[in-house]
């Protein structure tokens, strides 16, 4: 095994004159599974071609994409794991200060917008080759969007790049169909058939049948067109009954395939099993590594996709709802050559995914028709086609417990709780609980009020009530000390601060005192972002109440941790203004004590009220009788 040349020395250790492909990553290079450039580099090369990987080019120096020569047959481009823009800026607009997918851990690594910036710098290089772009940034930018950090609505990437084909979603079929065609000779700007890809063209050669979505232009000037748009693009992503979407934008036309096929169980093993080296690259070592690898290199991925759906997560829109997923024995050979690597030290980190316990579809029906389009499978109730069913993952993680050097299985990428408790056979949640939780386990309710729930496309806290009052008991029966620890999102469109107020109700009521708090991000793409922008349900076009100030998002936030001293004082001001004044107190149905200030303000009302009172009075001491109506007057009392 050996890492992608990465330099002319490399090249010529290897004999390689010119490079099939030189692939431009925003990350720093890790080899391994768990990042879409490793998987993309190992699958071309399997199939026969040479790709040489510069990672984190110097944007500013024109010249820093030549280092490994002209490719032969195109440029790949990606913006690496996550967009470049989460990765510089937190929800408040500040520059983070740390990169985990760079080398050192350092931020700046890469430019704002890395795939758009790439992507020219490679067509100013040599316009003649074909520039292809892929990756999250890219996919979740592929039509008109609207962009948080500059708080407009933007093109397709695909206008800006100037690339000549966008791989978005899972790009395994696309890559080695376009990298097979450009090798037998033919011209890119004729490629445009390949299943999940879009490209520009002239109207004129707009294919028949797709469905279009309101103009570049439209969506820009129109909320709700933008809303009809966003709702347009969801309604086709499916590989069963997706059609081509087609969007206007100036003189050219946006076109979108439909999605590509997802990978056979044969084809993710083969994917899973290509030599990667498992590591980052060891030019990094001296300069501390790359921290991303940390929390995978003992992970195994067993699925992919997600039928969870969460309106605020990209899944849904690039890799998709069906849930496909690797062997048993696919699985277990890759657990065994974990035992092998240098530093484990006994504990598998994670046998998961987009979700680690969906290991199949949700109903029969969606193999053959599709993916019911605006409906959930778990979401506001779990639909009655709902298919549950933990035996064949129970038996993977008790086979994976058996291997020699194993120690321990842990269970990190995430429990959709709410499948979970669906399930009639309590085998599996008793083994969760026993062998596969290192004192937490970390589930997502989000939120309590049904109104924020629908808007995010998640199950009533009835379901989380269920499950926890379940895990608890299974827990104690097992005389373990364990404990839920749930993600909760604040500010997220359909939350007003009385919503935030249930929530911390919620909290104190279940002694739950939550450490982070995720303020809602509006990411490219996603059916929350829509909502955020447009103030409208997309599939319903209602509006949709979005808390856009600096002041009520931290309210939002303290709310959720109230029992923390250094935020009582913003509680206090938060049930203020929400007219919660009740909550305000000592004791028991209380949610935060008063302070100082809070108790200064009440004796000075209660003084104002005192002379309000007093000036009231007449000189005998006595409130002055009431007004006698005038005859042939109303009283302004009501008729009864």
């Known amino acids: 095994m050996a890492f992608m040349p990465i330099s002319k020395e490399d090249m010529r250790e290897r004999g390689i004159e010119q490079l099939d492909f030189v692939y431009i990553l925003g990350d720093a290079y890790v080899d391994h599974p768990s990042f879409g450039a490793a998987i993309i580099t190992r699958l071309l090369e399997h199939h026969g071609y040479t790709v040489g990987v510069i990672a984190q080019p110097n944007w500013k120096d024109p010249k820093s994409v030549l280092r490994l020569g002209l490719p032969k047959l195109a440029w790949l481009v990606s913006a690496g794991n996550i967009d470049s823009m989460v990765a510089h800026y937190t929800v408040a607009k500040r520059p983070r200060a740390d990169d985990a997918y760079s080398v050192g851990g350092r931020n700046g690594k890469r430019p704002d917008r890395a795939a758009t910036v790439y992507c020219n710098l490679c067509r100013n290089a040599a316009p003649e080759i ?226 680690a316990n969906f290991r199949g579809p949700s109903c029969e029906k969606q193999l053959k028709y599709g993916l019911c389009k605006g409906k959930k499978c778990l979401a506001p109730s779990p639909c009655k086609n709902l298919h549950v069913d933990h035996t064949e993952y129970l038996h993977i993680l008790r086979e994976m417990r058996k291997i020699p050097k194993i120690k321990k299985v842990f269970i990190r990428s995430g429990i959709r709780y709410d499948y979970l408790i669906e399930d009639k056979d309590e085998a599996f949640m008793r083994e969760l609980i026993e062998y596969h939780i290192s004192g937490q386990l970390k589930v997502a309710p989000e939120h309590c009020s049904a109104a924020v729930l629908d808007k995010m496309g998640k199950p009533h806290i009835e379901a989380y009530k269920r499950f926890q009052k379940k ?116 004791g028991a149905g209380k949610l935060v004590r008063p302070d100082s200030a809070y108790l200064k303000m009440q004796r000075e009302k209660q003084a104002k009220r005192g002379e309000r009172n007093a000036r009231g009075r007449n000189a005998s001491g006595r409130k002055p009788a009431a007004k006698t109506p005038q005859r042939g007057k109303p009283s302004g009392r009501k008729k009864r």
């Open 130 to 355: 074909p520039v292809l772009c892929g990756g999250l940034e890219v996919s979740l930018r592929r039509f008109a969007h609207y962009d948080y950090w500059s708080n407009t609505v933007m093109p397709s990437v695909l206008a800006d790049t100037r690339a000549d084909l966008l791989m978005y979603g899972m790009g395994e079929h696309s890559m080695i169909e376009i990298a097979d065609r450009l090798a037998a000779g033919e011209d890119v700007k004729t490629i445009r058939d390949v299943r999940g890809t879009c490209y520009l063209c002239d109207p004129r050669e707009t294919p028949y049948g797709a469905v279009q979505c309101p103009s570049f232009k439209e969506v820009s000037e129109n909320k709700e067109l933008y809303a009809k748009s966003c709702r347009i693009q969801y309604d086709q992503q499916d590989e069963v009954y997706g059609k081509t979407i087609i969007q206007r934008h100036g003189d050219k036309m946006l076109v979108q395939n439909p999605p590509a096929l997802s990978l056979t169980t044969a084809e993710l093993d083969e994917v899973y099993s290509l030599p990667y080296e498992r590591a980052y690259h060891p030019c990094y070592e001296k300069e501390g590594g790359v921290p991303s690898i940390e929390e995978v290199r003992f992970s195994v991925t067993h699925n992919r996709g997600c039928f969870g759906f969460c309106n605020f997560c990209s899944i849904a829109l690039h890799q998709g709802r069906r849930v496909t997923v690797r062997s048993e024995e696919s699985v277990l050979e890759e657990a065994r050559k974990l035992t092998e690597m240098e530093g484990f030290k006994g504990y598998i980190h994670d046998v998961g995914g987009p979700t």
């Open 471 to 586: 895990f608890y008991e299974i827990t104690g029966q097992k005389g373990k000390e364990q404990y839920l620890v749930p993600y909760l999102m604040s500010s997220h469109p359909g939350s007003a601060l009385k919503d935030a107020v249930e929530l911390a109700m919620f909290l104190k009521e279940n002694h739950i005192h939550p450490e982070q708090v995720q303020d809602f991000y509006p990411t490219p793409g996603t059916l929350s972002t829509c909502m955020f922008y447009t103030g409208l349900d997309p599939y319903t076009l209602e509006p949709v109440y979005v808390a856009k100030k600096p002041e009520e998002k931290a309210m939002q936030r303290v709310l959720l941790q109230y029992y923390k001293p250094e935020n009582q004082r913003r509680v206090i001001e938060a049930l203020c203004k929400a007219g919660r004044e009740d909550l305000i107190g000592n």
